[in-house]
């Protein structure tokens, strides 16, 4: 798990209970099994968790009083072999929370994002990672939606 917390730059990637503070935004990325330690913390509901821990093929946004929730598909192609994953986010005013499984590409960005925040000017608002991410996230899932239509059409 690593976080990110945008006003003092500082990086967590141990967790601690005590990391959160609704005065500050952050950047949060996790895979599902570490949600569990996030899930009071972040007041996340049982229905979007328990959905965080199965795949699910279904695209969906939920609205919260208190974040939305988005499930999101990516496809990589690794040879002839199409591998398909899950990525979930919460966005809240105050945090933007990415979970996937660490061999996921967008793991390796956000995480990248987190650990050279001192490096990139854009990591200078909320609005602007998460408009980072959410631009990732929607061109790999269209572009999976293209590839395995076209791995049918091959086959």
Do not use: Q, W
């Not at 972040?42 to 093929?57: M, S």
């Not at 996921?104 to 000017?121: C, G, H, Q, T």
Request: proline share 1%; aromatic share 14%.
């Amino acid at each position: 798990m690593y976080i990110l917390n945008l006003k003092t730059a500082e990086i967590i990637d141990h967790f601690r209970e005590d990391f959160y503070s609704k005065v500050y935004p952050y950047l949060i990325l996790s895979t599902a099994c570490e949600l569990k330690l996030l899930k009071d913390i972040l007041d996340i509901d049982e229905i979007t968790f328990n959905d965080c821990l199965e795949f699910d093929e279904n695209i969906k946004l939920d609205l919260f009083d208190n974040y939305d929730f988005l499930s999101l598909n990516t496809c990589e192609l690794s040879g002839n072999e199409a591998k398909i994953e899950e990525v979930n986010m919460y966005l809240s005013d105050n945090f933007i929370l990415v979970i996937c499984e660490k061999d996921n590409f967008l793991y390796d960005y956000v995480k990248s994002m987190i650990l050279n925040n001192s490096k990139a000017e854009f990591l200078s608002s909320t609005l602007c990672i998460l408009y980072n991410i959410f631009n990732l996230s929607i061109l790999f899932s269209a572009c999976s939606t293209k590839i395995l239509d076209f791995l049918d059409f091959v086959e």
